[in-house]
């Protein structure tokens, strides 16, 4: 009887201590994207954050850079051949990809997805590293200006576990 006593005792014991043990999850401890800081150059970025998929919820929102162009009201310019840095506040991500997309002026993809550059990232001392590089579909338009400046919108996915969001930033650069 004291046998049984104690193994009920025990099993109670463990499922309270299992219930209460805070922030043991499969995501990492990230209960929120966390907040990241973007530069390039001399400059820091603004961003937009969004979540794709998190604590088992799919997102269906406005895409990043519409968003952008809704509260920014003045792109930086950057040369190509610049730096991007990413420095995550709080745990760095399981899986980081970076998108280059040209856009037009009201945040909407130009061309297919075929026309996505998809950038190549290191990872340095807890900081990402990529380089504004010229697009290959610039040369798509059949119209040539040697002043125009496109806008590009990077899209950072990251994901910890099953949660993943979405960072987006936008520049312009000099058609090449």
């Known amino acids: 009887m004291i046998f049984i006593k104690k193994l009920i005792f025990t099993f109670i014991l463990s499922i309270l201590l299992t219930a209460s043990m805070p922030g043991c999850s499969s995501t990492g401890n990230v209960k929120e994207p ?3 800081s973007i530069s390039a150059g001399d400059k820091s970025l603004d ?14 929102r406005e895409d990043t850079f519409v968003s ?34 040209l856009i037009d002026e009201n945040g909407k993809q130009l061309y297919t997805d075929k026309e996505i550059k998809n950038v190549q990232t290191e990872l340095k001392d807890g900081k990402y590293y990529f380089a504004i590089e010229p697009h290959f579909a610039s040369s798509l338009s059949s119209y040539y200006d040697p002043e125009k400046k496109e806008i590009r919108g990077f899209r950072m996915t990251a994901s910890w576990g099953g949660n993943e969001c979405e960072y987006a930033f936008l520049i312009k650069t000099h058609t090449e």
Not at 48 to 60: M, Q
């Open 34 to 36: 966390p907040e990241i």
């Open 47 to 60: 961003y937009v954050v969004a979540k794709n998929k998190w604590d088992g919820s799919i997102y269906d």
């Open 68 to 101: 952008i162009l809704k509260e920014q009201k003045e792109i930086p310019v950057f040369e190509n051949n610049n730096v991007v840095e990413v420095s995550f506040k709080g745990k760095l991500p399981d899986k980081f990809t970076v998108a280059d997309i």
